[in-house]
């Protein structure tokens, strides 16, 4: 399957299907479908899995994936109230293909690191 | 193989590898790989196919996927200038990856777009 030639790919007449790829590859959007795939997480679960992510920012990314389709939140009707977010069918399979980059690029750090030497050793001016 | 827990993932402290899934991952990086892996083109070339990018931007996008050891580029001594791009293999790896992805969310779009308006229609106040 070729991938669409894009070709007015700016902010504005970008293909849809880019900005889905956007938001599952955001900084964040990428560890909560990671973080997801391991099982369901509370709110303030994830919060604390993923780090120093605003609670903001972290509502806005569940959203945006909520819409998407690939996150399911589920309110309980409980005191205190409970929310607890899961992937969807969806959501599984983004986050399987996401997840399996990320395990690339962490696996091949090394060839990127050498490659960064190489490239800035070549461009540093001898004395 | 587990992904690293990335506790401190904020852009300060990000894990290195990260950052290089970012740049695989950005809107330009995407088209850039995507395009390297049907064939070597002129930056000329790369620009005209990937559509409204800035000649500064490109630039950009190339020279941090060289750093990393994606992409090669060869600059050959002839008149006037002639100025090749093409993948290594860590980029067609890469690449291959990064297309499989976007190729899925190609396919998926009629989904996603299904659940956005589930999701709009939730929230829209009823007359």
């Known amino acids: 399957m070729k991938v669409s030639p894009m070709v007015s790919a700016d902010a504005t007449t970008l293909c ?19 973080r997801l795939l391991e ?3 509370r709110f303030s679960e994830l919060r604390r899995a993923i780090g ?9 990314t569940l959203q945006t994936l909520e819409r998407d ?6 309110a309980k009707p409980v005191i205190p109230p409970r929310v607890d977010y899961s992937l969807t069918d969806l959501g599984r ?3 399987e ?7 690339w690029t962490e696996r091949r750090m090394t060839d990127v690191e050498s490659a960064r030497q190489a490239y800035d050793e070549a ?3 001898s004395r």
């Open 52 to 60: 120093r992510v605003s609670e903001k920012m972290l509502t806005q």
């Open 97 to 103: 293909q996401v997840r399996g980059l990320a395990q």
């Open 123 to 125: 461009r540093t001016p």
């Open 16 to 34: 849809p299907y880019r900005l889905v790829l956007e938001h599952v590859t955001s900084r964040w959007g990428v560890l909560v479908l990671i």
């Open 69 to 74: 389709g690939f996150v399911h939140r589920d």
């Open 39 to 41: 099982r369901p997480h």
């Open 93 to 95: 399979e983004a986050a």
